[in-house]
Every structure is written in structure tokens, then in C-alpha cells.
């Protein structure tokens, strides 16, 4: 499922249970998969204002994190 907002394609994350998947590994699963979208990071930044202190750290973190993928 793919949702239009802003101009912006989003790609919503989804876990399909597998035969024989608890829901608790499936939990686990959707967890990761968020965890790694930086979905939750997305919603912390957007919920209150971010001191300058936060937002360098946030943007040493993904300079980081784009640097150890590329």
C-alpha cells in the first residue's frame, strides 16, 4: 500500500504472517521494519520543536548512517 502525501511517495510497512508465525514474531518483525524505516524518528522529529543540540546529533547520525551504506 502506497500512500501519496505532499508530492511524496511513502511505502507503508507491512508484515505478512507466514504459515505457522506466531503473532509475537510477527510483531517482532514489524518492529524491526519500522525501526529501520525510521518511521518512529520521523514522527519525534515532526511531534515538538528540536533544539539545535538535537538536531545536529540528528544529522551526525544519519550522515553516519549514509556514509556506512554507501
Known sequence: MEIIHNEEQV????VVLGDNEGID??????????????ILADVKYHRHFET???????????A?????FN
Open 11 to 14: 511505502r507503508m510497512t507491512q
Open 64 to 68: 553516519r548512517r549514509k556514509r556506512r
Open 25 to 38: 514474531s510477527a510483531l517482532r518483525r514489524f518492529k524491526r521494519q519500522v525501526s529501520k524505516a525510521g
Open 52 to 62: 539545535p543540540i538535537e538536531k545536529r546529533k540528528r544529522k551526525a547520525v544519519a
